[in-house]
């Protein structure tokens, strides 16, 4: 039997867009022995801040036009440019 990903709807199957493989990673962490929960938690939001997942997700939570990416691209690009000209100097 053949499955369709619920992604692609009526698409026939050879013309159906592969998933983005950076959504599908699951980010975990291993409970070790005696460890509080909280902790354990906590291990688990700075993993999940290094990876840059919510952040991520949060981008794509509404269409961002590929002119505003690149302007906003441009923007970070000159803030580091100036942080590393205002510290060269040290």
Do not use: W, Y
Request: contains cysteine; glycine residues 4%.
């Amino acid at each position: 039997m053949l499955r369709v990903p619920k992604f692609c709807g009526n698409l026939p199957v050879a013309s159906c867009p592969r998933p983005r493989k950076d959504v599908s990673v699951m980010t975990e962490i291993k409970l070790k022995k005696g460890e509080p929960v909280d902790r354990a938690l906590r291990r688990l939001k700075k993993k999940v801040d290094r990876e840059g997942t919510l952040k991520i997700v949060r981008s794509r939570r509404q269409f961002e036009k590929p002119s505003a990416v690149r302007r906003r691209k441009e923007k970070v690009s000159r803030f580091s440019a100036m942080l590393a000209a205002r510290h060269a100097d040290d």
